[in-house]
């Protein structure tokens, strides 16, 4: 079936955790998802062919590095990121509002004009206002794009909070005027607050009056102690709308992702998997193994005997060892498209205990396993 509309469909819930769909033209995403980031128009170190084989049905880039490299102009040219990284599935970008945290001395906010950066590569001065951030999103012909917010520091300021509040709602309603009525894509609005129940309320309620088609909740995992993650996501994510998807920016490690689902949490992206393999550190079935550790010298099993991507199953723990040992990039190579693969077996593990009622003990499980 030919599918032309972006539309969410939720399934099941097993209690809070939730089992859906994400419909759109270039493919169906089953949530809960977790999307590989590609920031730049490449996941680091790993073929696009390799990331499909992992059963990964969506990947993130970032609006900003693209704005910068390799550019509008280019993007336009190959109508987009799909083509231009070899990539025919849905892809989502970040607005670029996370750059303006985490590049904080390269900028400064103007809530008329935007975000002000001094580019990290030339110096040169670039302005991301929220009609910019959804103009560069366009080019790269995201199938989901977000708004530009302000996301904070962590902080216990409420009024730094309720600030960043204020500057996001405003910024979320000029990016839906320049978003348009396109059907075919979603555009999401992303809550702040910090870790204060009152504010996150605030923020989730304006958005809700403007209408997106998923929402975010942005300023979390940027320091606060897990615990404080899932309490303020407890507190708040009912009052999320029930029929659009709900996602986490910028989570995270598995114990992260199951403690967010087991709150009613639908999508995840992050670093982790790819960062984590160039150093030398691979998420499994038994846990995470530093293969750094010399206790994998001489171990000749797999990380996965059943992972037959790129013959993966063929390579022992002594053989990455002593890759990572001799700085050859194999090793990062071998090790990120493990944990690609594992993070997509372990959201469909998730996916098959929602469906058969038996998330909870699932939960129970790995909610620790991983630390």
């Not at 607050?193 to 304006?206: A, H, P, V, W």
């Not at 403690?259 to 999508?267: R, T």
Request: net charge positive; aromatic share 10%; proline share 3%.
């Amino acid at each position: 079936m030919e599918i032309n509309d972006f539309s969410f469909e939720l399934i099941t819930q097993n209690d809070k955790a939730r089992l859906g769909k994400i419909f759109t033209p270039r493919g169906t995403i089953d949530t809960p998802t977790f999307m590989t980031v590609g920031t730049k128009g490449t996941v680091k170190g790993v073929f696009t062919d390799d990331i499909l084989q992992t059963g990964a049905q969506i990947i993130l880039g970032n609006t900003y590095h693209l704005l910068l490299r390799p550019g509008i102009k280019i993007l336009s040219e190959f109508k987009g990121l799909h083509n231009f990284m070899n990539w025919n599935k849905p892809i989502l970008t970040d607005s670029g509002g996370y750059q303006i945290m985490s590049l904080a001395k390269l900028n400064k906010i103007d809530e008329t004009t935007g975000a002000i950066f001094q580019s990290h590569i030339d110096g040169k001065k670039i302005i991301l206002s929220p009609e910019k951030s959804i103009q560069v999103q366009k080019a790269i012909n995201s199938d989901i794009l977000m708004v530009l917010d302000e996301c904070p520091k962590l902080t216990n300021d409420k009024k730094i909070l309720s600030s960043a509040i204020n500057i996001s709602t405003k910024w979320a309603k000029r990016s839906k005027v320049e978003f348009g009525n396109d059907k075919s894509k979603g555009l999401f609005g992303i809550t702040q607050g910090g870790l204060y129940k009152d504010l996150r309320i605030e923020s989730i309620k304006k958005l809700i009056e403007i209408d997106f088609d998923g929402y975010a909740m942005g300023g979390l995992a940027v320091g606060e102690p897990q615990e404080e993650m899932f309490r303020i996501l407890n507190e708040t994510t009912s009052f999320l709308p029930k029929n659009k998807p709900r996602y986490l920016m910028g989570v995270g490690t598995p114990s992260d992702i199951l403690g967010a689902v087991n709150e009613g949490i639908d999508m995840f992206d992050c670093v982790m998997p790819t960062r984590s393999g160039r150093t030398g550190l691979a998420f499994s079935w038994e846990g995470k193994l530093n293969l750094k550790n010399s206790k994998y010298q001489n171990d000749k099993s797999p990380i996965d005997e059943k992972c037959l991507i790129r013959n993966l199953n063929q390579y022992s723990k002594s053989y990455l060892n002593h890759l990572i040992k001799t700085n050859e990039m194999l090793a990062s190579m071998l090790i990120s498209l493990h944990n690609i693969n594992f993070y997509q077996q372990f959201m469909q593990e998730i996916r098959n205990n929602i469906k058969n009622g038996t998330f909870s003990s699932f939960y129970k499980k790995y909610i620790n396993f991983f630390n």
